[in-house]
């Protein structure tokens, strides 16, 4: 600043923000009024550099430097350790985690329940402290920070039935702190085998699923004794499982099998893996897996055979849809696509819906034509839809809602409209095939848009009533390209006169700026 400028700073927003603001105008000009002269401001302190401080330092005493650096460790257990490193002592025994573990208990442990608004703030403090536990890794106390990653992971679970968690913060935090945990192993050097016995009983016992993914990223970690170790614990789970009931879960049978799967996958690939996954198939689920499983490693003819077992053995029943739509896909890149085509037909016949039918297509090709007449016959037979009134809501059966999809999707909007009119379909497909329709006859629409947007106003409620002004503005603009204006505008008198009781409805056509008021 300079002896004609003026300078300021203030409390508000904008000038928290560094700005010249209101307030300091105000102040400044009163200030001026005054007639006084502006002092030349004082120097600004010279800031002391890395490079001045070291050659400070380098210059000062030793026993002064020494009781100054003692000083800093009381306060800083970090810098203690660090110090008693250096001069010798243990790393693994140097870093007193007394302080650190209280803060964990301290933003960890729970005295009443943290709500959904609370969550948030919560776990960054959480974050927070689980950050000073990974500090400990680059400055060579690896283990501490296993021991306290380890402890941070028990106070989260048990304190996790005291938290709104609806947006995932608990796995949130227990991930963070397991990433913490491998990198603190990762440059550590814990016992391989008490590691591993840590890693399977923590896995077991967890509610939140902390180290069930454990595999691949600790194998390195644990190496060839605590990955015998690990292997063991696990197979032994997993052979003392009872037989797979079909239908029956939580039995802890999901956990034991996924622990024995990442490990069959971590140490024998994909036939290790099959291996394990064959071992009780009871549902065509079991059966998808293997067959993805070899699909994705592109063993597609392998992948057919347990394709047609699940069919075969299951009945296509529950998965029967996806066995064959992934069939489909390994009969394509084999370049079967008559084959293809008939998977896909089966899913198509056995639930129509626009998805299947555009997946025949595309399995098709050249011969779809004829695929094309079966589905739309199919879709032509479906029972016409049946709709009654229930107080306010109208219950409506599908009726050609997927055949007017189809046809929507082919851009034959003439048949499209065709098929609504003669076995209706859902009220949201009746305003989009209005809609197509209205590009060419507006006429058409307009009954549909005015009865969607009067079974709103039966729902009594703002919102619907906002989408209700919506459609019949949307209405207007099509009754003025028929030459309807009038017709309109005795609807709408009409319309206000039958809910004349509905402020808020009026609010609405008003702000819609709709006639008839």
């Given at each position: 600043m300079t002896a004609t400028e003026l300078d300021g700073q203030c409390s508000c927003p904008y000038g928290a923000d560094g700005m010249f603001c209101k307030h300091c105008v105000a102040v400044g000009l009163a200030w001026l009024a005054r007639g006084e002269p502006i002092a030349e401001?004082?120097?600004?302190p010279e800031k002391i550099t890395d490079e001045r401080l070291r050659g400070f330092l380098q210059a000062r005493d030793p026993r002064w430097l020494a009781d100054e650096l003692l000083r800093a460790a009381q306060a800083d257990p970090l810098l203690r350790a660090r110090l008693e490193v250096a001069a010798g002592a243990d790393a693994r025994h140097a870093?007193?985690?007394?302080?650190?573990r209280t803060r964990l208990d301290d933003v960890i442990e729970l005295d009443d329940y943290v709500s959904y608004g609370e969550a948030y703030s919560h776990f960054g403090r959480v974050a927070d402290v689980l950050g000073e536990v990974a500090e400990l890794i680059g400055a060579g106390f690896a283990d501490n920070a296993i021991e306290l990653a380890e402890y941070a992971m028990e106070l989260i679970e048990a304190s996790?039935?005291?938290?709104?968690?609806?947006?995932?913060?608990?796995?949130?935090?227990?991930?963070?702190?397991?990433?913490?945990?491998?990198?603190?192993?990762?440059a550590g050097g814990p016992d391989p085998v008490a590691l591993a016995d840590r890693l399977v009983d923590r896995a077991l016992s967890s509610d939140y699923e902390v180290f069930l993914d454990a595999m691949p990223?600790?194998?390195?970690?644990?190496?060839?004794?605590?990955?015998?170790?690990?292997?063991?614990?696990?197979?032994?789970?997993?052979?003392?499982?009872?037989?797979k009931q079909p239908g029956v879960y939580g039995d802890g049978r999901f956990t034991v099998t996924y622990l024995m799967e990442r490990l069959a996958e971590c140490q024998g690939g994909t036939d290790a893996l099959i291996e394990i996954l064959a071992h009780d198939v009871t549902s065509g689920y079991d059966v998808l897996r293997i067959a993805q499983k070899l699909a994705d490693d592109h063993r597609d003819e392998e992948a057919l055979v347990w394709i047609q077992r699940g069919l075969d053995d299951f009945g296509g029943a529950v998965h029967g849809d996806r066995l064959r739509s992934l069939g489909a896909d390994c009969l394509l890149r084999l370049?079967?696509?008559e084959e293809a085509a008939r998977h896909l037909w089966a899913n198509f016949e056995d639930s129509p819906s626009l998805a299947d039918y555009q997946a025949l297509h595309a399995a098709a090709g050249e011969d779809f034509p004829v695929w094309r007449e079966r589905a739309l016959t199919l879709l032509r037979a479906q029972p016409a839809a049946v709709e009654r009134h229930m107080g306010v809501r109208y219950v409506q059966s599908a009726g050609r809602s997927v055949?007017?999809?189809?046809?929507?999707?082919e851009g034959d909007v003439d048949h499209a409209w065709q098929a609504a009119q003669q076995g209706g379909c859902h009220q949201d497909l009746w305003l989009r095939v209005a809609r197509a329709r209205a590009a060419t006859h507006p006429a058409d629409a307009l009954p549909v848009l005015r009865r969607a947007a009067e079974r709103l106003i039966e729902q009594k409620n703002r919102s619907s009533y906002q989408q209700a002004a919506?459609?019949?503005?949307?209405s207007e603009a099509l009754s003025m390209r028929c030459g309807q204006s009038?017709?309109?505008?005795?609807?709408?008198?009409?319309?206000?006169?039958?809910?004349?009781?509905?402020?808020?409805?009026?609010?609405?056509?008003?702000?819609a700026r709709l006639p008839g008021g």
């Amino acid at each position: 600043m300079t002896a004609t400028e003026l300078d300021g700073q203030c409390s508000c927003p904008y000038g928290a923000d560094g700005m010249f603001c209101k307030h300091c105008v105000a102040v400044g000009l009163a200030w001026l009024a005054r007639g006084e002269p502006i002092a030349e401001p004082s120097a600004v302190p010279e800031k002391i550099t890395d490079e001045r401080l070291r050659g400070f330092l380098q210059a000062r005493d030793p026993r002064w430097l020494a009781d100054e650096l003692l000083r800093a460790a009381q306060a800083d257990p970090l810098l203690r350790a660090r110090l008693e490193v250096a001069a010798g002592a243990d790393a693994r025994h140097a870093f007193d985690e007394r302080n650190l573990r209280t803060r964990l208990d301290d933003v960890i442990e729970l005295d009443d329940y943290v709500s959904y608004g609370e969550a948030y703030s919560h776990f960054g403090r959480v974050a927070d402290v689980l950050g000073e536990v990974a500090e400990l890794i680059g400055a060579g106390f690896a283990d501490n920070a296993i021991e306290l990653a380890e402890y941070a992971m028990e106070l989260i679970e048990a304190s996790a039935g005291a938290v709104d968690d609806s947006n995932g913060e608990v796995g949130g935090a227990l991930a963070l702190a397991q990433q913490i945990h491998l990198d603190a192993c990762t440059a550590g050097g814990p016992d391989p085998v008490a590691l591993a016995d840590r890693l399977v009983d923590r896995a077991l016992s967890s509610d939140y699923e902390v180290f069930l993914d454990a595999m691949p990223g600790y194998a390195e970690v644990l190496g060839e004794a605590g990955m015998t170790r690990y292997r063991q614990r696990v197979e032994a789970a997993w052979q003392a499982l009872p037989p797979k009931q079909p239908g029956v879960y939580g039995d802890g049978r999901f956990t034991v099998t996924y622990l024995m799967e990442r490990l069959a996958e971590c140490q024998g690939g994909t036939d290790a893996l099959i291996e394990i996954l064959a071992h009780d198939v009871t549902s065509g689920y079991d059966v998808l897996r293997i067959a993805q499983k070899l699909a994705d490693d592109h063993r597609d003819e392998e992948a057919l055979v347990w394709i047609q077992r699940g069919l075969d053995d299951f009945g296509g029943a529950v998965h029967g849809d996806r066995l064959r739509s992934l069939g489909a896909d390994c009969l394509l890149r084999l370049g079967r696509r008559e084959e293809a085509a008939r998977h896909l037909w089966a899913n198509f016949e056995d639930s129509p819906s626009l998805a299947d039918y555009q997946a025949l297509h595309a399995a098709a090709g050249e011969d779809f034509p004829v695929w094309r007449e079966r589905a739309l016959t199919l879709l032509r037979a479906q029972p016409a839809a049946v709709e009654r009134h229930m107080g306010v809501r109208y219950v409506q059966s599908a009726g050609r809602s997927v055949l007017v999809e189809v046809l929507l999707w082919e851009g034959d909007v003439d048949h499209a409209w065709q098929a609504a009119q003669q076995g209706g379909c859902h009220q949201d497909l009746w305003l989009r095939v209005a809609r197509a329709r209205a590009a060419t006859h507006p006429a058409d629409a307009l009954p549909v848009l005015r009865r969607a947007a009067e079974r709103l106003i039966e729902q009594k409620n703002r919102s619907s009533y906002q989408q209700a002004a919506e459609l019949l503005a949307e209405s207007e603009a099509l009754s003025m390209r028929c030459g309807q204006s009038e017709g309109f505008q005795a609807y709408m008198v009409g319309l206000r006169a039958a809910n004349k009781p509905k402020r808020a409805l009026r609010e609405e056509l008003d702000r819609a700026r709709l006639p008839g008021g």
